[in-house]
């Protein structure tokens, strides 16, 4: 089994910062993709940062300049630093992955358990 285990969420005043981590854990041969989505109450789940297995990184356009994605390869893990917050940044964040468990079958999609971000004065 794999597991995505996600850590670092919580309350943040508008401008402040976080920093979110997700471990990946279990039979892993080797993980592509790693990212986050967001969440929030009664909107749909979007995509916020990725990034793949060389570093190549992507996006969304409402956090441009302010959130920074990074992975570690020897430890399963990838980072989310969060930057000059904004209340329209509360959300559940959900780290994605697409990992290979064995060289012999195909890749999956995982998910965390997600992680509350929450912005306010």
């Known amino acids: 089994q794999v597991q995505l285990v996600e850590s670092g969420g919580g309350w943040v005043q508008p401008g402040g910062s976080l920093r979110l981590s997700c471990a990946a854990s279990g039979s892993i041969f080797s993980i592509n993709v790693m990212g986050w989505y967001r969440q929030a109450p009664g909107k749909q789940r979007v995509m916020v940062a990725r990034i793949t297995s060389d570093g190549s990184t992507n996006y969304a356009d409402s956090v441009k300049g302010r959130f920074t994605i990074s992975r570690d390869n020897a430890k399963n893990t990838v980072y989310l630093q969060m930057n000059s917050l904004k209340p329209e940044d509360a959300a559940d964040y959900l780290c994605?992955?697409?990992?290979?468990?064995?060289?012999?079958?195909?890749?999956?999609?995982?998910w965390g358990q997600g992680t509350q971000v929450t912005v306010s004065s």
């Open positions: 994605h992955a697409v990992i290979q468990r064995h060289s012999y079958i195909p890749s999956s999609e995982y």
